[in-house]
């Protein structure tokens, strides 16, 4: 299937409305003389990223908080990545547990309705913030590990796989996996290079054609997570493996992280424009709209 790019949005027009968000988000104020932009950390307020420092331990646990089940929505990807540079710049720490507050679900993945309904700027704008997440926390400085402690399919699992380790709870009825495929739609090729470098090229396959949602001891066997352990268990368990990765030098293991992850994001940033026009361009065909409605239904209708 070529993917062509139709739709072409100027990308200083795709960088503005993110940029206000960011602004607004953060409590950036705009001086009366409208001359630059100052930062009052204090009045960072986050709604849907709980971030719980210890200090003493030098790590955080990052919680998203965006029920029912903390779809990515442009709100949540911008906190996130707003969080996590505020994490990146704190000197006392050095690693994050990423988890959920929403119980039973870990992420439901990207927010269906912002790809849905919605015109060409905004799902460029939408994209670029998907995109921004993913490389913000595949090269993160910190050690990062995902406690997942719930359903976690499509851009749940993408942020599970940009973590240096993950442990999942043992819970049969929580799945994980690139499932973009049983909703009509391609993984990118990013997602894809994220998910072949964590569990190999044959297993990728496999996995991306069928949309395979993995259970956690499936997940284990094929090693796209690391540990399964009883629900309750899932935070302190990441925690202590949090300890054993900052046992490490940090320079020596990030310069190492660095070297193993570089060249995958390397192929995004050069692109980074060309595959939005592609996002654009491919989400807003009539048939793939329709097939997001179908199952976006489907969702609704589970319920009655
Ligand atoms: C050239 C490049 C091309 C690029 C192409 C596009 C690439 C896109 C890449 C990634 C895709 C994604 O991430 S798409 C999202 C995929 N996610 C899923 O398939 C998960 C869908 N959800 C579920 O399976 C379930 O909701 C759950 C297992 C996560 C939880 O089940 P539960 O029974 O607890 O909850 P409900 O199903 O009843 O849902 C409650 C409520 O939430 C709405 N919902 C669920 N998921 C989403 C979502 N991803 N986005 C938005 N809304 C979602 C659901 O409709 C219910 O809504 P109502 O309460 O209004 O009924």
Redesign the pocket.
Known sequence: MA?TAVIRVPSRALLRPWARLRDAALGWIEPAGGGGVEVSAQRFASQKVLVEPDPAAGVAVMKFKNP??N??SLELLTELVISLEKLENDKTVRGVVLTSDCP??FS??????E?CGRNPAHYAEYWKAVQEMWLRLYLSNLVLVAAING?S???GCLIALTCDYRVMADNPKYCIGL??T??G????FW?KDNLVNTIGHRASERALQLGLLFPPTEALQVGMVDKVVPKDQVQSTALSVLAQWMAIPDHARQLTKNMMRKPTADRLLKQRDA?IQ??VS??SRDSIQKSLQM??EK??Q??G
């Not at 439901?108 to 309705?113: C, I, K, M, P, S």
């Open positions: 993917l029912p089940v779809s990515l039973g679900i439901a993945g990207l927010d269906l309705t790809m359903a399919p499509a851009g499932n973009e049983l909703l739609i391609v993984a990118p997602f595959d592609n996002f491919f989400i199952y976006l969702l609704k589970k319920k």
